[in-house]
């Protein structure tokens, strides 16, 4: 038989649970309070008229049978109990209590590089462009391309963020170059990345990341090895063509999905108005972030291209046609 269940109300602290029980005139009370849970049965005046009533609860953690306290009136059953005080903290291990932008298995990353001495940076590139080449290399395996950003999307994001390092070696004069170039890429990674994919999780499985992940990671997979030769007087034939010439399909491989990627998440932005701002506010002051993304797409997506591409072209010329450039220094 079925008895039906009176309303009951709960409230809880760190060191305790208490309930009372919306019974009027309750007799004959049969209260079971155990470790993991209570069943409670009682005769009195719930929502169903004059009858008995019963339910039962399951604790999500333990409590302390023996602190239980009941008290009974004409209107209500009052229950508390102690909950068993865990230190949740201590049991967890080193690698759990860190936090989740840490999490990565760096040992992993660098077991099958460290014969060959290379920089940090570009050993957790390399490791990326395996990884992500690989879901598209294993099909039979419960992995696939949409699946990218969850698979190398932290790893992508530490590395974008040690990037960093080089805009401040240009600052400081440890290298060489155009910082205000180095700052361009590096912003237009940080806004795909952190803003356009991190900010909407339905547009983290799209499979243009896949070819956007292997853009960044083959460019930079040649340009450390590359930079850290020069900064030794070492000039390789073969890694300074790779250099100059790998940006010629590349660059627009990259900015074509980088532009998918913007012009897929417009609706996200739309819809959730996440990064815009609205009339009236305190600076009198408007923004609409979709209808930025629109122009770029619309205004300023071939000159970027245009500029980019000139720079490394001129760059290559410089470069490639010096003379005595491909032997040993």
Known sequence: MNLPSPFVYWAQT???????????????????????GLLFTASGIGAKGEQTYQFQLEFCRPVIPETGQYRVNDKEV???????????WSQLTADEKKPPWLKVDFDRLFAQEEEDNMEDANLIMKEKLGNTIGRRKRPDQNVSIDGTYEAVGRVMKICQLLQMLEIIHLLIGVTQGNYLICLFQLCGRFLVIFALLDAHPRSQTKSAIFYLFIGFTVMEVIRYPYYMLKMYGVNIHFITWLRYTLWIPLYPL????????MFRNIPYFEETEKFS???PNQWNF??????????YLLLGFFPT???????????????????GLWKME
């Open 286 to 295: 408007s923004f609409s972030f979709p209808g930025a993304l629109r122009l």
């Open 78 to 88: 009052e229950i508390s109990v102690q909950k068993v005080t865990v230190d949740l």
């Open 14 to 36: 760190e060191s305790g649970i208490s309930l009372r029980v919306d019974l009027h005139n309750v007799k004959n009370p049969v209260i079971d309070l155990r470790e993991k």
């Open 305 to 323: 291209l245009y500029f980019m591409m000139l720079h490394m072209y001129r760059k290559r010329k410089k470069y490639l046609r010096a003379p």
């Open 277 to 279: 701002m609205k009339l």
């Open 254 to 261: 990259v900015f074509i999905c980088e532009a998918i990627i």
